[in-house]
Nanobody, 114 residues
Framework: QVQLVESGGGLVQAGGSLRLSCAAS????????MAWYRQAPGKQRELVAH???????TYADSVKGRFTISRDNAKNTVYLQMNSLKPEDTAVYYC????????WGQGTQVAVSS
């Protein structure tokens, strides 16, 4: 079993920055990829950023140039640096990990005020 623990969410004014962290623990073998998703009230969960074991990254168009995903393989941790935050970035952000199975964190709230 794998546990994902997110941290770093909070309330920030538009234009501000936050850094999310997600630490994985447990039976971690051959991680294929880690990612961040988000879900705003009344909307479907959407992919924000994805990073493979080899370090290749993918971003949603809405966050390109503002968010950066990175990972520390030695610590089994993935980060999401969020800059120039907008009110539309307000959502619960979820960490995702895939190896032979997929796992989700419990979510961390990000609120951006205008």
């Amino acid at each position: 079993q794998v546990q994902l623990v997110e941290s770093g969410g909070g309330l920030v004014q538009a234009g501000g920055s936050l850094r999310l962290s997600c630490a994985a623990s447990g039976s971690i073998f051959s991680i294929n990829a880690m990612a961040w998703y988000r879900q705003a009230p009344g909307k479907q969960r959407e992919l924000v950023a994805h990073i493979t074991n080899g370090g290749s990254t993918t971003y949603a168009d809405s966050v390109k140039g503002r968010f950066t995903i990175s990972r520390d393989n030695a610590k089994n941790t993935v980060y999401l640096q969020m800059n120039s935050l907008k009110p539309e970035d307000t959502a619960v952000y979820y960490c995702y990990l895939s190896n032979s199975r997929t796992y989700w964190g419990q979510g961390t709230q990000v609120a951006v005020s205008s």
